[in-house]
Structures are given as structure tokens and as C-alpha cells.
């Protein structure tokens, strides 16, 4: 069994660490809100600070919200790196983009620190069962060493060994580019097939069984049915954060992606429209609000949809 420190107790930190303490693992958690780690506090010694967390730690696992958040609480003041001891392992499962994986990865080697980046693909449901997808970037010898733990919380079939440092983030990018486009596009569908007249049971029928993005149909028609995207599986904002990471990253090799570009104006749309804690699929509401029919139908029904903006907002801002 390892001694782990495991930092970032959020909606997939929290149930990430429970597997790994359920599965006998030393456990040291931090969290930005305390009262998140103190959860933990019946399988896990909470820690003051990313340096005290890492002091003991063989391994550290990293959960947090991005690139800014993965360098500071590794290399900032009183951070990861100040407490792990030389021989050690950070594990990054952030979606940061490829840029700050390696900024970290280097200035941990100075250190005699090894680095390996495995962000996932899955919610909450996935996190709790083990079931997660993982796409893994560093060194050969690194990536042996976490491959255990990394078994504990994500699906063998479905962990990809991409290269060095920074592939797995590239990956992950390239994952939700794809995702953020077809939520957009079932929604942009859902949205005219009603606007034409069908009834969104029907429509939603036709969707799942017919079209090529049957999958998302399929897991999002509950919530695109009532217009309730609360309880995310995954943050409206988190995805619009991501779409932003994968243009960044293609413009910084010289390549154009004019949909996607598209895709991420609407999800800023939505955000600027108060979306941005709803379930991603909460696009769909954005959208519906832009139909002046479907917005009068929504005004009159009762009550009204959770999630959905309150009236018809102005296009959304160039570059999100």
C-alpha cells in the first residue's frame, strides 16, 4: 500500500479519494475549502497545506480546476513541491492543456520529482465505481509506477498510454472538443425540430435512434425533456474552460478550428447568461431562448425551466 496525498477534493476529487483510501491506501488530503477535505477525515489525515500534504507522500495525486490552479499548488508558496520528498511521483488528473503539464513536469525534475499526466473522461458516477476513462502522458518508467493506482480508479480497457508529458492532456482536449461540438449540435437540432413543430418527446426519439449522436441523446433527454440541468455531471463553465484550452493550443500550432471556435462563443454565451454551474447540456437552454417561439412557450409553461436564462439574451461575444 502507498502513502498518497491527494489534492483537490471536489466533485471527482472526493469520490477519487474515497476509492484509493477504500482500497487500503495511507491517505493525506487537501482541499482549497477545508470543509471538502474534512469530509474525508474518517479514512484521511487532512493537511493545512499542499507542502504539508506531500511531506510523507510516495505519491501525489492532483484534481483542481486548471493550469493556473496546477502550478500554483504545486510550485507556489507553501506548495507540492516544497514537501515532496526526492524520488517522489505527482500524478496530474486536472485538464490543464498540455503547456502547464510540462511547465510542472520540468521544474519538478530539478527536484528529482517524476510527473505524469492522466486527466479523465467521465462524472461523478464513473469517479465513485472506478469506471473512469484515462488518457496518460509521460516517461516510461513514471507511468509503470502509477499504472497501479491508476488501475484503482479508472477503467484498464479504457486507460490510453499516449507518450511523453503533455499527450495525455492533448488527448483529453481533443476529447472534449469533440463533446463540447455534438452537445451543441444535438441541442441546435432538439432546438429546430421543435421550432418546426415536432412534439420534444418525438423529437428527442428521432435524435437518439436515428442520429449519429444517439449517445448523447440518450444520456442527456431527461434533462433536455424538462429544462433541469442542475446536479451537473459536468460544469457548463468546466466544458467552456476546456473548448477555450483546445483552441488556445491550436492556434499555438499554427492550425484553425473555425466550428469549435463557434461551439465555444455559444458555451460563453450561456455562461454570461448564468449557466455556468448548470450541467454543459444547459446549452440547450441558451439556445432555446434564442428561438422566440420555443422562449414564449418556456415563459408560459409552470414552472419554468431550471437553468434556463430569463429571456432572449444579445449574441454571444467573439472569443468567449
Do not use: C
Request: aromatic share 4%; proline share 7%; no cysteine.
Amino acid at each position: 500500500m502507498a502513502r498518497i496525498a491527494f489534492l483537490g477534493i471536489g466533485r471527482m476529487g472526493a469520490p477519487m479519494a474515497g476509492r484509493l483510501a477504500a482500497a487500503g491506501h495511507e491517505l493525506t488530503v487537501w482541499s482549497r475549502t477545508r470543509g471538502h477535505a474534512e469530509a474525508l477525515a474518517d479514512r484521511a489525515t487532512v493537511a493545512d497545506s499542499p507542502a504539508a500534504a506531500g511531506a510523507k507522500a510516495e505519491v501525489a495525486i492532483t484534481m483542481l480546476a486548471d493550469g493556473g490552479a496546477l502550478e500554483e499548488v504545486t510550485l507556489g508558496r507553501d506548495g507540492l513541491a516544497e514537501g515532496l520528498p526526492s524520488g517522489s511521483l505527482q500524478i496530474d488528473m486536472s485538464t490543464t492543456g498540455p503547456g502547464p503539464a510540462r511547465k510542472v513536469a520540468k521544474a519538478l525534475e530539478a527536484r528529482e520529482i517524476a510527473f505524469v499526466d492522466a486527466p479523465v473522461a467521465g462524472s461523478t458516477g464513473p469517479a465513485a465505481e472506478g469506471r473512469l476513462a484515462l488518457m496518460v502522458g509521460g516517461d516510461a518508467e513514471a507511468v509503470e509506477r502509477a499504472r497501479p493506482l491508476l488501475e484503482v480508479l479508472g477503467d484498464p480497457q479504457r486507460t490510453f498510454l499516449l507518450g511523453p508529458v503533455g499527450s495525455g492532456q492533448a488527448a483529453k482536449l481533443m476529447v472534449n472538443l469533440v463533446l463540447g461540438g455534438v452537445m451543441t449540435a444535438v441541442a441546435e437540432g432538439y432546438t429546430l425540430g421543435r421550432v418546426l413543430g415536432l412534439d420534444p418527446e418525438e423529437a428527442l426519439e428521432v435524435l437518439e435512434q436515428v442520429s449519429v449522436a444517439s449517445q448523447t441523446v440518450h444520456s442527456k433527454r431527461a434533462r433536455l425533456l424538462a429544462g433541469d440541468f442542475d446536479d451537473p455531471g459536468f460544469r457548463l463553465a468546466l466544458m467552456h474552460k476546456d473548448l477555450r484550452l483546445a483552441l488556445d493550443a491550436a492556434r499555438a500550432a499554427r492550425s484553425a478550428l473555425p466550428s469549435a471556435e463557434r461551439v465555444a462563443d455559444l458555451f460563453a454565451g450561456a455562461k454570461g447568461q448564468g449557466l455556468a454551474d448548470q450541467d454543459y447540456s444547459a446549452v440547450a437552454a441558451y439556445l432555446a431562448s434564442m428561438a422566440p417561439l420555443l422562449a414564449q412557450q418556456d415563459a408560459q409553461a409552470s414552472p419554468p425551466p431550471k437553468g434556463g436564462p430569463a429571456a432572449a439574451p444579445a449574441p454571444p461575444p467573439n472569443g468567449g
